[in-house]
């Protein structure tokens, strides 16, 4: 039961970031508002895990989301203030804020070890979904060269926190 | 002992001493978005292995083999000295995908 519940999670959150897949090219105040959106997500979840998970590695992972996306959110504000472009909500925003509220409602209910474990799995997974969103979607069709060289260097560290959640979980079994 | 052989022992022991070099080096690493450049460095025993972080973010050089694990804070710089010979591979903690070597040799 438990293990379908988490087949059907990650099902979910592999997809492809909802909505940007049958819409035209996203727009750079839209592709600002996605990647800060994702940013402040993974922030919410690390905060949740900071206050349930007793785990040293759980925490220190979650530790590090909130310091590091804290940090690419402030250097993306400072970019959007200094290029005067404001981050404009769309539909993929919405459904990826949307998607993590179930999520963070789904592992409110667990504890202990299985709670550490469907953290640290969403984490992985959801890493991997905002990669290959910056990367086959967001990375191209960003217009500003400046926007676009910051949204590459957040994909490098995105890459790394995904291996680094790899880790943890590697770690968990 | 007679004393000829204390001069010999003495001379040996010099030799030994002398032949440590008179100065270690300071090697710097800098890192920028998640970049160790140069990527590889070369060090002698003794030398310190500084690094520099430019990023936003706390790294670390994490030897894979443990030898060292230097933690490094934003903007802010972080060294290890090398006391023993090898090639240490290393790579930050919280991004493994960043990837550094120091071959040290004696």
Redesign the interface.
Known sequence: MRISVYVALAALCLSPLPALAQSAKPTDPQIAHIAYTAGQLDIDAAKQALKKSKNKEVRAFADDMVKDHSAVNKQALALLTKLKVKPEDNPTSQALTKQAAAKRAELAKLSGKAFDKAYVDNEVAFHKTVNNALETQLIPSASNAELKSLLQTGLKIFQGHEQHAEHVDAELK | MQPGRIVFIAAALCGVVCAVPARADTIKVEIK??VNTPATVNAKVGDTIVWTNKD???HTATATDKTFDVLLP?GKTGSTVVTKAGTFDYF???????KGKVIVTP
């Open positions: 978005n998640l936003v973010l706390q934003p930050c903690k919280f991004h493994p995908n960043m």
